[in-house]
């Protein structure tokens, strides 16, 4: 497993790599030889840290990111979330983004929470929208209609590409993002 590291605003001592890679390493059996974990650390305003995990299987993008004022819990917080999602993947959704399975009998289970306290059900679709207006627009008139309906998140078909593409509000609630298919 390799690990590559990001540290924003902060100052990473030895120490602490070291628990952040004992920690890691316990992960390997659940994760290809050939992994890279990918790892953001970042000290935010009044002592605030955040961890972000990102781990790429053959199927799929694992990403986690932990948000607290003690550096440790922080990164330990992060580490199991990554786990139970790692141990989620492996036991439930594998066969279906493989495309072995069709998503349609991924049947809704009442299994609750597993051990760790995380629910690992399926969660089912509760609200479809649909709508007729298939008229394309600019991104920024995308990110003005969803900033007027006080959504985070808008799809629309593209005027430049002509495909379908997505804005969103980013975290940090100022700015923007936009989504869109090569």
């Known amino acids: 497993m390799d690990i590559k590291y990001t540290v924003l605003d902060y100052t990473l001592t030895d120490a602490e790599k070291e628990f952040i890679d004992d920690k890691l390493t316990k992960l390997s059996n ?5 992994s890279v974990i990918l790892i953001k650390i ?3 305003k009044y002592k605030l840290y955040k961890v972000e995990l990102s781990l790429s299987l053959q ?9 607290d004022s ?3 819990n922080c990164v330990e917080e992060a580490i199991n979330t ?19 399975k069709d998503w349609s009998d991924f049947a809704v289970k009442s299994e609750g929470m597993n051990d760790s306290g ?4 399926y969660r089912p679709i509760v ?19 969803m900033v007027l309906l006080d959504h985070k998140s808008f799809l629309f078909r593209n005027i430049e590409t002509g ?7 980013r975290d940090d609630g100022v700015t923007f993002g936009l989504v869109e298919p090569l």
Do not use: C, W
């Open 30 to 34: 659940l994760t290809d030889i050939d």
């Open 42 to 44: 970042k000290e935010e």
């Open 59 to 67: 199927d799929v993008i694992i990403r986690v990111s932990k948000e």
């Open 70 to 72: 003690k550096f440790y």
């Open 82 to 100: 990554l786990k139970d999602r790692i141990v989620r993947y492996k036991e439930k959704s594998r066969k279906y983004f493989s495309g072995d």
């Open 118 to 121: 995380i629910d690992t059900d």
């Open 127 to 145: 609200k479809v929208k649909k709508y007729s207006d298939n008229t394309p627009m600019h991104p920024q008139e995308a990110i003005e209609r």
């Open 163 to 169: 495909k379908y593409s997505m804005v969103y509000r």
